[in-house]
């Protein structure tokens, strides 16, 4: 049986999308802690790294994030500008939500990421 994800994706309609899913989470995560490898991401968000490089694809071609390599590292940074994509509220961009948390975590990296 499939589950609702690949349901939902094999139905060409979106799977729910939240600030709670794991997509919000792993922006949160970005937000924080912009230069955090994969591992770390699903280590402090409790999802497997098969997932997080699932939602990274997935906020990347949405343009949530964007994705600047340095050497093997990854590093991501949040467009606040992108679309909230929950239907309730369409219209409204992640800049009211994560502008303050993203400018902290560029300024210092705080003690939530490892």
Known sequence: MATRGRSARGSGKRPG???????????????????APVQEIARNRDLTERAVWGVVRDLRRRGMIHLRKRGRRHHYAINLDAPLLHPTIRGLTLRPILGRIAAQGRRRRPEVCD
Not at 18 to 25: D, I, N, V
Not at 26 to 33: G, K
């Open 17 to 35: 999308w939240s600030l709670l899913s794991p997509q919000g989470r792993v922006l949160f995560h970005i937000a924080v802690c912009p230069d």
